[in-house]
């Protein structure tokens, strides 16, 4: 053994100068070096998961397949005037895009719902404008399902989007009404029940405006059929927070009450007065001008006296004096309108008539002569 010591350079540049020992390819108990026992390790690459387990599910509580949407629908897209191989022709160009609304990935659905707001009412190099019978033929037959259920995806810019489609397309349509039974199930889901699962106030009035919009070229027997639906969004909307869903809501029921024939409305008239009578105290005018105009409307419609004596005429007098001159107006004219249609009709004139004209004594009988 040599007698001097070595540096600590020295020792280093050993250790450095060292090779690693060759690594051995065999695993398992041939790496234990048992004689004549080899192994070899084959590398498998990891399995990917398949397109319909990517699609299963919405990052939500509904559980949608991804494929391209059936052609097999209660519509027949011929009534739109369009053959069914241009339906399909033209669902292919929008394949990409609708194998990307249910994806799991929010950022994912998002950018997909627009892309399809904008292929079909604008076109892109892709996918041409959509004409009003191709409109008529998607939103009625393939596109229908999908965008219903989108109503309940998690994102609120998904839920908005789908009803800025369907509210800037609806005009558009020849037949609106085939949204109806689509649609409204999935609406009272999220809008219509007790308490409103919707948390989103502009999608809640934009839902009421598709109603409202949908109601102006339905028609009478679709509207009759879809009625107990209907007017629980309607209910709804007037209890809503958000004044302007109030608004909307008594909109609506005006253009309703006037596409139904008198007393459709009847079996639903408590359920719609009693979320109607709270808005005229509302601290806005306009909403209680609102709701006056929905009571209106409602009235004329088939309201059962005994419903006037005991819960609108109580609700309604204090209107003869609001502090706005355009609510105190309307409230005369509502009145007068009322004792007009009694004396028209001569239905239940008497118990009526004398119901209203207790309202406000002879201020409503000056008014009324």
Same mark, same amino acid.
């Given at each position: 053994?040599?007698?001097?010591?070595?540096?600590?350079?020295?020792?280093?540049?050993?250790?450095?100068?060292?090779?690693?020992?060759?690594?051995?390819?065999?695993?398992?108990?041939?790496?234990?070096?048992?004689?004549?026992?080899?192994?070899?390790?084959?590398?498998?690459?990891?399995?990917?998961?398949?397109?319909?387990?990517?699609?299963?599910?919405?990052?939500?509580?509904?559980?949608?397949?991804?494929?391209?949407?059936?052609?097999?629908?209660?519509?027949?897209?011929?009534?739109?005037?369009?053959?069914?191989?241009?339906?399909?022709?033209?669902?292919?160009?929008?394949? $990409?895009?609708?194998?990307?609304?249910?994806?799991?990935?929010?950022?994912?659905?998002?950018?997909?719902?627009?892309?399809?707001?904008?292929?079909?009412?604008?076109?892109?190099?892709?996918?041409?404008?959509?004409?009003?019978?191709?409109?008529?033929?998607?939103?009625?037959?393939?596109?229908?399902?999908?965008?219903?259920?989108?109503?309940?995806?998690?994102?609120? *810019?998904? $839920?908005?989007?789908?009803?800025?489609?369907?509210?800037?397309?609806?005009? #558009?349509?020849?037949?609106?009404?085939?949204?109806?039974?689509?649609?409204?199930?999935?609406?009272?889901?999220?809008?219509?029940?007790?308490?409103? #699962?919707?948390?989103?106030?502009?999608?809640?009035?934009?839902?009421?405006?598709?109603?409202?919009?949908?109601?102006?070229?339905?028609?009478?027997?679709?509207?009759?059929?879809?009625?107990?639906?209907?007017?629980?969004?309607?209910?709804?909307?007037?209890?809503?927070?958000?004044?302007?869903?109030?608004?909307?809501?008594?909109?609506?029921?005006?253009?309703?009450?006037?596409?139904?024939?008198?007393?459709?409305?009847?079996?639903?008239?408590?359920?719609?007065?009693?979320?109607?009578?709270?808005?005229?105290?509302? #601290?806005?005018?306009?909403?209680?001008?609102?709701?006056?105009?929905?009571? *209106?409307?409602?009235?004329?419609?088939?309201?059962?006296?005994?419903?006037?004596?005991?819960?609108?005429?109580?609700?309604?007098?204090?209107?003869?004096?609001? $502090?706005?001159?355009?609510?105190?107006?309307?409230?005369?004219?509502?009145?007068?309108?009322?004792?007009?249609?009694?004396?028209?009709?001569? #239905?239940?004139?008497?118990?009526?008539?004398?119901?209203?004209?207790?309202?406000?004594?002879?201020?409503?009988?000056?008014?009324?002569?």
């Amino acid at each position: 053994m040599s007698g001097t010591k070595k540096s600590v350079d020295e020792i280093w540049k050993e250790l450095n100068a060292r090779t690693a020992p060759p690594r051995s390819r065999t695993t398992g108990i041939a790496g234990f070096g048992i004689p004549g026992i080899q192994t070899h390790t084959r590398i498998v690459p990891r399995e990917q998961p398949t397109a319909l387990q990517q699609q299963k599910h919405i990052a939500g509580d509904v559980s949608v397949d991804r494929d391209a949407p059936k052609l097999a629908v209660a519509y027949d897209p011929a009534a739109a005037g369009v053959s069914p191989e241009d339906l399909q022709q033209y669902v292919a160009t929008l394949q $990409r895009t609708l194998n990307c609304v249910t994806d799991p990935d929010r950022s994912t659905r998002r950018a997909a719902i627009i892309g399809l707001h904008s292929k079909l009412l604008h076109g892109d190099a892709s996918t041409p404008k959509a004409s009003r019978q191709m409109l008529q033929a998607l939103l009625g037959g393939p596109l229908l399902h999908p965008l219903a259920t989108m109503l309940s995806d998690p994102l609120e *810019k998904c $839920r908005l989007t789908v009803l800025q489609l369907l509210l800037e397309a609806a005009p #558009q349509l020849s037949d609106p009404g085939v949204l109806m039974n689509g649609l409204l199930p999935q609406m009272v889901v999220r809008m219509g029940r007790v308490p409103v #699962q919707e948390p989103a106030e502009e999608v809640r009035l934009a839902g009421l405006q598709l109603v409202q919009v949908l109601l102006q070229k339905t028609t009478t027997s679709t509207l009759t059929s879809a009625l107990e639906d209907i007017c629980s969004l309607l209910a709804r909307g007037f209890e809503d927070p958000f004044p302007d869903a109030k608004k909307e809501a008594a909109a609506t029921l005006t253009v309703l009450a006037d596409r139904l024939p008198a007393g459709a409305l009847e079996p639903h008239a408590e359920k719609l007065l009693q979320a109607l009578l709270p808005n005229l105290s509302h #601290q806005h005018s306009k909403v209680r001008l609102a709701t006056l105009s929905g009571l *209106k409307s409602l009235v004329l419609s088939g309201l059962p006296a005994g419903m006037i004596s005991a819960e609108l005429a109580p609700a309604i007098k204090p209107l003869g004096f609001d $502090r706005a001159a355009a609510v105190r107006e309307a409230y005369y004219a509502a009145v007068a309108s009322w004792l007009g249609c009694d004396q028209q009709q001569q #239905q239940q004139d008497d118990q009526m008539g004398s119901d209203l004209r207790s309202l406000d004594g002879d201020q409503v009988g000056s008014r009324c002569r």
